[in-house]
T-cell receptor, first 113, second 115 residues
Framework: DQQVKQNSPSLSVQEGRISILNCDYT??????FLWYKKYPAEGPTFLIS?????DKNEDGRFTVFLNKSAKHLSLHIVPSQPGDSAVYFC????????????FGAGTRLFVKA | DSGVTQTPKHLITATGQRVTLRCSPR?????VYWYQQSLDQGLQFLIQ???????AKGNILERFSAQQFPDLHSELNLSSLELGDSALYFC??????????????FGPGTRLTVL
């Protein structure tokens, strides 16, 4: 039962253009969403998050959009840089007293110079 | 460097054996999370501890157990190991137990190989 889905295993973008990574979820009780970036042989690194009470959060080149009615979130990277090439994971949490965090399968982003 | 340390970095063992993975959270973080990443798969949430108490549980097998000690380090014990347990095991820590404090900082992982 995949509660968090990243349907695109990979994405290739030209340097300077926008990268859009998508994520869908099924559990309407999720109230906090996060994006992580992962390089090979390293642990994931936190990028940006958004609470379910918001629909947009920006941090520099990274913007996350949340559409609760569609149970969809996306990460926009503008402008994309070659150093952004990595695997991006979408994650969602539900406050059940603790925070069980469900990760998507990841999308590998290639930014071409 | 996230400030989360995991030991050992690599572990090779045989089926049926038992291993212990260790995690030290970032200074000041009270929550520790354990994840399993099998080949070509996303991270599977196993369990969360907050200040020594179990707070959330994922699809953690009965053969697996974890604890968080008074000094806040955590150990994940895997027993009766099977070939399918071969994976990267990540530990993460956060200040609190969720919400705006749910930014989790990940360690470099322990690669477990079961032969």
């Amino acid at each position: 039962d995949q509660q968090v889905k990243q349907n695109s295993p990979s994405l290739s973008v030209q340097e300077g253009r926008i990268s859009i990574l998508n994520c869908d979820y099924t559990n309407s009780m999720f109230d906090y969403f996060l994006w992580y970036k992962k390089y090979p042989a390293e642990g994931p690194t936190f990028l940006i998050s958004i609470s379910s009470i918001k629909d947009k959060n920006e941090d520099g080149r990274f913007t996350v959009f949340l559409n609760k009615s569609a149970k969809h979130l996306s990460l926009h990277i503008v402008p994309s840089q070659p150093g952004d090439s990595a695997v991006y994971f979408c994650a969602a949490s539900e406050n059940t007293g603790g925070f069980k965090t469900i990760f998507g399968a990841g999308t590998r982003l290639f930014v071409k110079a | 460097d996230s400030g989360v340390t995991q030991t050992p970095k690599h572990l090779i063992t045989a089926t049926g054996q038992r291993v212990t993975l260790r995690c030290s959270p970032r200074s000041g973080d009270l929550s520790v999370y354990w994840y399993q990443q099998s080949l070509d798969q996303g991270l599977q949430f196993l369990i969360q501890y907050y200040n020594g108490e179990e707070r959330a549980k994922g699809n953690i097998l009965e053969r697996f157990s974890a604890q968080q000690f008074p000094d806040l380090h955590s150990e994940l014990n895997l027993s009766s190991l099977e070939l399918g347990d071969s994976a990267l095991y990540f530990c993460a820590s956060s200040v609190g137990s969720g919400g705006v404090y749910n930014e989790q900082f990940f360690g470099p992982g322990t690669r477990l190989t079961v032969l």
